[in-house]
Structures are given as C-alpha cells and as structure tokens.
Antibody, heavy 122, light 111 residues
Framework: EVQLVESGGDLVQPGRSLRLSCAASGFMFDDSAMHWVRQAPGKGLEWVAGISWDSHFIAYADSVRGRFTISRDNAKNFLFLEMNSLRAEDTALYYC???????????????WGQGTLVTVSS | QSALTQPPSASGSPGQSVTISCTGTTTDVGDYDYVSWYQQHPGKAPKLIIYEVNKRPSGVPDRFSGSKSGNTASLTVSGLQAEDEADYYCNSYAGTNNWGLFGGGTKLTVL
C-alpha cells in the first residue's frame, strides 16, 4: 500500500524559511516522479512543484519559482520542499503526491498524503 | 497562467447524470490530452478519477467519464449516488514549466 507521510509544517513569520519532508513507502520510489500540491484553507488545489524520478526534470508554479526548491533522496525514500521568503499567501495544507507514471512524468496525481499545514503570519 | 475555469457548483438527483465543464486555453487543455479529474470529499485528500481525458484508474466506477472538445474538458457522472457528493477539480498539463494547472473546483450536490 502506498503511504506518503508529510512533516515539517509550522507557523512561521513572513520572510522566514521552512523545509517540508515526505516519507514514502509501499512503492518503487526511485521509479516515480513526485509533486507537491497545496490547498489554502477553504480554497482549491494548486500544483506547486514536481520532480522526475531521477531529479533530471524539475518544474515550479510561477507563484513559487525562485523561492521554493523541490528535491528528493532516493536512497532514503524522501521528498523535500525547501520554502524561502515565505508570504501570507503561501499559507496552505501541503500535500506530497505520487505521479501516476513509472519512469515517466505523467503529471497525473494518483496517491496523496494527508498533508502538512503551513501558516505564514506575523 | 490563470487557473482553468469550472462552475462553482453543480447538482442532480440520485440516478440522474450531471456534467461539469473545465475551460482552458490553447496553451493547456486545447493543446494537450493530459487532462485529469480529482474527487475530494470534505476533510480528505483528493482522489484521481480520470486521467488522459477519458481513462479511469483501476477501481473507479464506470459511472465517471471524461471528454474533451477544443479548449473545454468535461466530467460526466452518471447514475448519481449520494457518495458522489464532493468537490471535483480538473487539471491540465500546460507546458514544460507548468506540469499541473488546476481548475477552481466544482461542488457537486446530490439532491
């Protein structure tokens, strides 16, 4: 069974940094692209960033490009999101999401964690 | 890039069919067949129900179907059941710098 467990969410002040982690199990992590998707309270979904299985291909939403960095550790089955220069509008539940494809980036999101809450406020 | 456009709400009675639209542009929905749909119940994580415009992952009932015409994709739920009441989101690939443009979501109510 696919399991994705996020951690690292917290209350932080604007301008500060935060690192999210996602522990993955139950599937071939090093064959799967991964993504971060966020959902502001009471709002819709927003894709944040994605990374291919081998870290060769990485992409970011316009809203976070230059501030956030996605990375992965295939030896330990972990996905990360480094978030810098945080803003109030980054407040959201951040989901770790497995890509549907194997050794391809399908851009379909087929398994989701339960999310970790990031709140940016002074 | 702007989010895809979905109606904020839709409704139908049990047994009826309802269709939810998702309108994009020539740089996302209109340019790629990488359209997917997600179902989200309150307090739960989203679930993939349609990918590649009209394919269903294993375990998703065939009451859910997808289609696309031009810049607009659609999700049809046939034979509505109470458990179909949820929020539905469309998503489209939008190029090498945007792997996942979501719609604003549609709240489906089963009357």
């Amino acid at each position: 069974e696919v399991q994705l467990v996020e951690s690292g969410g917290d209350l932080v002040q604007p301008g500060r940094s935060l690192r999210l982690s996602c522990a993955a199990s139950g599937f071939m992590f090093d064959d799967s692209a991964m993504h971060w998707v966020r959902q502001a309270p009471g709002k819709g979904l927003e894709w944040v960033a994605g990374i291919s299985w081998d870290s060769h291909f990485i992409a970011y939403a316009d809203s976070v490009r230059g501030r956030f960095t996605i990375s992965r550790d295939n030896a330990k089955n972990f996905l990360f999101l480094e978030m810098n220069s945080l803003r109030a509008e980054d407040t959201a539940l951040y989901y770790c999401v497995k890509d549907f494809g194997e050794l391809v980036v399908s851009c379909y999101f087929d398994s989701w964690g339960q999310g970790t809450l990031v709140t940016v406020s002074s | 890039q702007s989010a895809l456009t979905q109606p904020p709400s839709a409704s139908g009675s049990p047994g009826q069919s309802v269709t939810i639209s998702c309108t994009g542009t020539t740089t996302d929905v209109g340019d790629y067949d990488y359209v997917s749909w997600y179902q989200q119940h309150p307090g739960k994580a989203p679930k993939l129900i349609i990918y590649e415009v009209n394919k269903r992952p294993s375990g998703v009932p065939d009451r859910f179907s997808g289609s696309k015409s031009g810049n607009t994709a659609s999700l049809t739920v046939s034979g509505l059941q109470a458990e179909d009441e949820a929020d539905y989101y469309c998503n489209s690939y939008a190029g090498t710098n945007n792997w996942g443009l979501f719609g604003g979501g549609t709240k489906l109510t089963v009357l």
